[in-house]
C-alpha cells in the first residue's frame, strides 16, 4: 500500500489530538494492531498499578514523608499525575510536529519491552524537570487521582485510535537516547510505574502511619 507522508496535526485537548486534517484520499501512516495492544496494555497495567497502591489511604498516610528530602505518596502521585500531560503533550506538540525522518531509526537502540524496564529501575536516580517537580497543586488527593485517570484514559484513547505516525518522528530521552514518538508514550507508562515503585517504597518505611 503506497504511503505519504504525515499530514499537519490539529491538536484538540478534548481528545487529545487524535483528530487530524487530511485529504479523503490521502493514506496516512498508522501503527500496527500489534503496537496499539502492547502500548494500551502496558497502560492499562500500569494504571491500575497506581490506582491500587493510592486506595484508601488516610491523610496521615497520605502525606506521610520518610525523611525530609524524600518524597510523600501525596507528591509522588502529583508528579505522576502531571507527567502524564507533560509527556502526552511533548509528544504531540513537539514530537510529531518535526519532520518525519525514518533515517533516524537506526539510532533508536531501545527495544519496546527494554524502556519500559529502564525506566521503571530505580536503581539509577534522575532529578525531575520543573515543570513536573510537585508543588502541592491538588490539596485533596481525590482530585490528584481523577486528575490522572482522566489523563490516562485520554491517552489510551489516544492510543487506539490515532492515525499519527509515531513510528517516524523522533526525540531523544537524556537517558534511553534516541526514541520515536511511540517509544516516548511507552516511557510515560514506564515512568508512571517508576513512581509507584518509589511510593510503595514509603509504605514500606517502619515509620509509616498505620
Not at 111 to 122: G, H, L, N, S
Amino acid at each position: 500500500m503506497k504511503t505519504s507522508p504525515p499530514l499537519p496535526l490539529v491538536f484538540t485537548a478534548l481528545l487529545a489530538a487524535t483528530a487530524f486534517a487530511q485529504e479523503p484520499s490521502s493514506p496516512v501512516h498508522s501503527l500496527s494492531q500489534h503496537d496499539r495492544d502492547y502500548a494500551v496494555s502496558q497502560m492499562h497495567v500500569t494504571r491500575k498499578l497506581f490506582l491500587d497502591s493510592v486506595a484508601g489511604l488516610t491523610p496521615e498516610q497520605w502525606n506521610f514523608k520518610p525523611a525530609p528530602e524524600r518524597w510523600s505518596i501525596a507528591e509522588c502521585a502529583e508528579h505522576i499525575a502531571i507527567s502524564e500531560d507533560f509527556i502526552s503533550a511533548l509528544v504531540r506538540d513537539q514530537i510529531m510536529k518535526t519532520p518525519a525522518a525514518p533515517e533516524k531509526r537506526q539510532e533508536v537502540k531501545m527495544t519496546d519491552e527494554q524502556i519500559a524496564t529502564m525506566v521503571a529501575d530505580r536503581s539509577t536516580k534522575f532529578k525531575a524537570p520543573e515543570p513536573i517537580v510537585p508543588k502541592k497543586r491538588w490539596p485533596d488527593p481525590a482530585d490528584a487521582v481523577a486528575h490522572f485517570k482522566e489523563s490516562r484514559d485520554r491517552n489510551i484513547v489516544y492510543l487506539n485510535t490515532t492515525d499519527d505516525d509515531l513510528r517516524n518522528h523522533f526525540m531523544p530521552h537524556p537517558a534511553a537516547g534516541m526514541l520515536d514518538a511511540y517509544g516516548w508514550m511507552l516511557l510515560m507508562s514506564g515512568h508512571t510505574e517508576r513512581h509507584t515503585l518509589q511510593l510503595l517504597e514509603v509504605k514500606a518505611d517502619p515509620k509509616y502511619p498505620k
